[in-house]
């Protein structure tokens, strides 16, 4: 605004220069990149070994057998109703 303000001033014979050319701005500095206000959300996490293919789980399929034999031993799983 100040600068269009010089240019005007200039062309009319106001002024030799404009004087706002001869202002010099300070360097911006360089920024980190920004993260997400609420952080990483599931969406759009950086997703770690996507390249590499799905490794079985044996500790997790031991595990879920673990609950389901103790689920039948409640008599959870096995689906008869007692009354």
């Not at 360089?30 to 959300?41: A, M, Q, T």
């Amino acid at each position: 605004m100040l600068s269009s303000f010089g240019e005007w001033l200039v062309l009319r014979n106001r002024l030799p220069r404009n004087p706002i050319d001869q202002l010099t701005r300070p360097r911006l500095k360089d920024h980190l990149p920004r993260v997400p206000r609420r952080g990483l959300s599931w969406g759009n996490r950086p997703r770690f070994g996507a390249d590499q293919p799905r490794r079985p789980q044996p500790r997790r399929a031991m595990r879920w057998a673990d609950v389901y034999v103790c689920m039948l031993a409640d008599g959870v799983a096995a689906g008869s109703s007692d009354g």
